[in-house]
């Protein structure tokens, strides 16, 4: 079991970058952002490891900024997971009231019912979501116990991953001398941190967009009701920077940080930039307005990938709230007016939120994860009854965090 200690530890896992989120759970049951280790990811492709020994120094070396910015060790973390590998859908279970009085026995059953499903062999479940109860005839219940009924129903949303992905993360985090408390689907842990309540409760798809892959998570009522992981991402764009302009990966991403745009209809037509060449060439100098030809049409084709998912959820004409974007990619100057023209939906950059402490050094949209992973940590020990559950780890609690944990919870996922 997690230690009842008041920190928690974040490890996002991405294909460009290893983020460390360190904090702490104030008396008051808040939460204070204590530390932050970032570092290049190596070892990783599209969000699984293909290479161990590297993805291991990366981690530690993350672990170890962290540590020294918040002069806490670091010993377990919340592990976030995403890639191409990933698998959902939605189960009911059903099963009969005894006592003719909703008990939490009851409840636990149901939700057994709802993950007894059959899966790929190569598969095992990360997450069971609970998304409404139904006693009887009567839908849209978040707590049922205590109520009186004969039959008990429940919606839930079954997460799986491939096992070697899955075993290949943990033996990373473990030789890097962590333990993982619990691995946690990237797009739930962002849309922990980004969302407001209203959006939860009015419908909304949160898209991560990171380097190696863009992830999808549409939440309608409160309850996750469609993840996606799609294997496409910022080093796709940073890709065709490198082949159209010539130039080296590492010079093509930098320009893609520093000058590139997603939409060439907003820059000005005179802004020039200089892009170094290959084989001892001498730099060339390129207008910024062929940086985002080469760069839309790549944004074009991932948001229509994004689109076809969200359409796929059944969700896209009943989300009021729009779409909410995170991770490092979508900080591209253009990319929320592109998005918006693709989508056909109102969209906005998301940043996490509801913290404390070191805000200003996680104050980004690629952050939203790393955040968020923290924040699923300060679960109630009642939650991993009620459906958080996760393979990989072992679960756990923090009684000085239960209120404010069950408030956010109990508005993301009803």
Known sequence: MMKRSAVLVGLDIGTSKIC??????????SLEIVGLGKHPSKGLNRGAVVNIDQTVESIRSAVEEAEFISGVPIRSAFVGVA????????????????NKVVSENDVDRVIEQGRAVTLAADHQILHVLPQEYIV????GITEPVGMAGVRLECKVHVVTGAIPAIQNIIRSVERAGLAVEKLVLQPLASSIAALTDDERDLGVAVVDIGSGTSDVAVISNGALKY?????????HVTRDIAIGLRTPDHQAERIKQEFGCALASILDHDEEIEVPSVGGRPPRVLSRQMLAEIIEPRMEEMLTLIRREIQ?????????????LTGGACIMPGTEELSERILQLPVRQGAPGGIGGLVDMVNGPMYSTGVGLVMFGMQDEGRSR?????????GGSLRSAKDT??????SIFR
């Open 20 to 29: 460390v989120i360190v904090a702490e759970v104030a008396e008051d049951g």
């Open 83 to 98: 890639g191409g590998h990933i698998r959902s859908f939605n189960s009911n279970g059903i099963v009969a009231i005894k």
């Open 136 to 139: 009887d005839d009567q839908e």
């Open 227 to 235: 993840s996606a992981v799609i294997p496409v991402g910022g080093n």
């Open 312 to 324: 796929k959820s059944g969700y896209e004409d009943i989300l009021p709230a729009g779409v909410v």
């Open 386 to 394: 009620t459906g958080w559950l996760v393979s990989g780890g072992r």
């Open 405 to 410: 944990i069950r408030t956010i919870f109990s």
